[in-house]
């Protein structure tokens, strides 16, 4: 009996032993004698003990930090980049089998990627054509992962420094580009208001008499402004001396030549 009762209690602590609980995240890799059996889970699975061994895999998204690292653009430039990289597994059985460490792994070809890729743009494209740059370099190391069942779905730069000089150097180039522009919109001003004012001087010419109202119309601001001295533009004395030319001629006409009165 004794000898029994040991036996029950041995097979029970075995039953227990070979219970194993796998989450709905997980995947185990099953190993039969060191062979490669199947993948079980998720779920309650049993596993033949002392024979069977068993590895967890996760398949959740991995957020990877890829460290600060330093980068010489293809223009010469020394730049620090920190990067961040999102990959799942696939392929447990790749995951396991294919490589001795795969989060190891992905996150040391990342690093590498990286300064590869980078280092073949320029600073200005690396400012600008940053989502062409990320798209390039998840696609280079999803290229990598595959065989170890691991898919690459972003990979974002999340920050760029940029040495002391060159940030003065650029922030010189943004305020030249600044003045530039501002410069081009007041030539454009300039340009419209000569184009309105020779419109403007066309109807004049064709209308002389709305100089003489333009200008009476200036008297009469100035006039508002209580000021001591009035200038008078020198085409409304010109005016003038016409208007009294005419007075003085129409004045000797009427000398020489008296109307005559009828009886």
Known sequence: MPTLYYVIIFLIVLIFASLRVVKQYERSVIFF???FTGIRGPGLIILIPIFERMAK???????????????????????????VAYYHIVDPEKAVIGVENVYEAVNQISQTT???????????QLLS?????????????DAHTEPWG???????IKDIVLPDNMQRAMAKEAEAERERR??????????????????????????PIAL???????LAEISTEKNSTIIFPAQFMNNIREVLDTINADAISMTKNPPKIIK
């Open 114 to 124: 990286v300064r590869n890729v980078v280092g073949q743009f320029m600073l200005d």
């Open 57 to 83: 895999v996760m398949l959740r998204t991995v957020t990877m930090n890829i460290p600060s690292q330093k980068i010489i653009t293809k223009d010469n430039v020394s730049i620090d980049i920190a990067a």
């Open 182 to 207: 501002a410069k081009i919109v007041a030539a454009q001003g300039e340009f419209q208001a000569a184009v309105k004012l020779g419109e403007a001087a066309d109807i004049i010419m064709s209308h």
């Open 33 to 35: 004698l060191g062979k």
């Open 212 to 218: 003489q109202l333009r200008t009476l119309q200036t």
């Open 129 to 141: 054509q940053t989502g062409e740059i990320n798209n390039q370099i998840k696609n280079v190391i």
């Open 150 to 156: 691991a898919q690459v779905t972003a990979v974002e």
